[in-house]
């Protein structure tokens, strides 16, 4: 099976875990971002794993945005099932919050 190459790019916590700003990774062709994530988490390990699912439900936690090609990608399919393809750049970001 074919590879696509996605960009990543880290934002605020996730940047602190991967000590990088942007990566590119190979993916297999028909690859969703929900694979993307697994892939991700098993690169960066357990700290990003926790940052990014919650332990009881598997979900992505709501205070993490993640955007795909510039858009929220929780809103095109709550289970980031979307298929990624070739170039896509998927962003993820921590909300920071505070007074």
Same mark, same amino acid.
């Not at 929900?34 to 990014?52: N, V």
């Not at 980031?80 to 896509?88: I, K």
């Given at each position: 099976?074919?590879?696509?190459?996605?960009?990543?790019?880290?934002?605020?916590?996730?940047?602190?875990?991967?000590?990088?700003?942007?990566?590119?990774?190979?993916?297999?062709? *028909?690859?969703?971002?929900?694979?993307?994530?697994?892939?991700?988490?098993?690169?960066? +390990? !357990?700290?990003? @794993?926790? =940052? #990014?699912?919650?332990?009881?439900?598997?979900?992505?936690?709501?205070?993490?945005?993640?955007?795909?090609? *510039?858009?929220?990608?929780?809103?095109?399919?709550?289970?980031?099932?979307?298929?990624? +393809? !070739?170039?896509? @750049?998927? =962003? #993820?970001?921590?909300?920071?919050?505070?007074?």
């Amino acid at each position: 099976m074919r590879q696509i190459e996605v960009s990543v790019v880290y934002l605020s916590f996730f940047q602190e875990i991967t000590k990088t700003r942007e990566e590119k990774l190979k993916v297999q062709e *028909g690859a969703t971002l929900r694979d993307l994530l697994e892939l991700l988490c098993a690169k960066h +390990g !357990e700290s990003f @794993r926790k =940052a #990014l699912f919650d332990p009881k439900t598997g979900a992505v936690y709501g205070h993490n945005h993640i955007t795909l090609n *510039g858009r929220l990608a929780h809103l095109v399919d709550k289970n980031f099932r979307v298929n990624l +393809g !070739e170039g896509d @750049r998927v =962003a #993820l970001a921590h909300a920071v919050s505070g007074g």
